[in-house]
């Protein structure tokens, strides 16, 4: 794929993750987004200071908390102001709008953050929603990284959909997180994991939301 901005290149790609989707509930694909942008991308991910990035926790507002046995990587929001951020994120509202028309999936938003795995930093075995309790429905993970190594660690596991809680459920795929790689799946339904890294690893992580306001406020804050 060349970019989503271009409606010819991007009928058959939003085809095939629409029906992906429906089929298996998630889509993997390499070289997902312009070469140049990606460049760009671990060129800004790199030149950030380290005081930019925070530790990352678990749960939302009330509830979220820091536990270094769960998870040790660091973070830090995207936003507009930042022109290549800008960038990413417009790619990112194309890719909503044609999930949206294909699948009526009433997504309405989103929420990416940068995404820094120092060397040794991991994310234990978790969902990004749990049903009925958040706005999340679509896990979204761009990777900045050239020639990965499977000895070098840091790969995506993805499981199979729980049936029961704590029963074993089988591993589903191992995704390197070569640069260029997107992932898309559905946040409460996937168990997944990220192993140990042996070297710095850079990511983009989000996802994208449906509408549960109350009155004004967006249900619910990141």
């Known amino acids: 794929m060349n970019t989503l901005s271009q409606p010819d290149q991007t009928t058959q790609l939003f085809d095939q993750i629409a029906d992906q989707l429906v089929e298996r509930g998630y889509f993997l694909a390499e070289k ?3 070469a140049s942008l990606c460049l760009a991308l671990q060129q800004r991910i790199q030149a950030l200071d380290d005081e930019d990035f925070k530790r990352a926790g678990i749960g939302r507002e009330q509830e979220h908390q820091l536990n270094k046995r769960v ?38 938003d989103a929420e990416f ?3 820094h795995y120092p060397e040794g930093a991991f994310y234990k075995r978790h969902l990004d929603a ?3 309790n958040t706005n999340r429905v679509l896990s979204v993970v761009f990777y900045l990284n050239d020639d990965w190594q499977e000895d070098q660690g840091g790969e995506l596991l993805l499981y199979a959909e729980e049936q029961t809680p704590g ?10 997180p070569e640069s260029g790689t997107l992932a898309i799946f559905l946040s409460d339904q996937f168990p997944h994991e990220v192993l140990p890294t042996r070297r710095d690893r850079y990511s983009i992580a989000g996802w994208f939301r449906v509408n549960n306001t109350l009155g004004d406020q967006l249900d619910p804050p990141r």
Request: proline share 5%; net charge positive; aromatic share 10%.
């Open 32 to 34: 997902a987004l312009p």
């Open 71 to 108: 998870r040790t990587d660091q973070i830090r929001w995207l936003t507009r102001q930042d022109p290549i951020e800008a960038e990413y994120l417009a790619q990112m509202e194309i890719l909503r709008l044609g999930i949206n028309r294909r699948l009526f999936m009433g997504l309405f």
């Open 113 to 115: 953050h940068f995404a």
């Open 130 to 132: 749990f049903r009925g």
């Open 167 to 176: 029963e074993e459920t089988p591993l589903l795929k191992r995704v390197l």
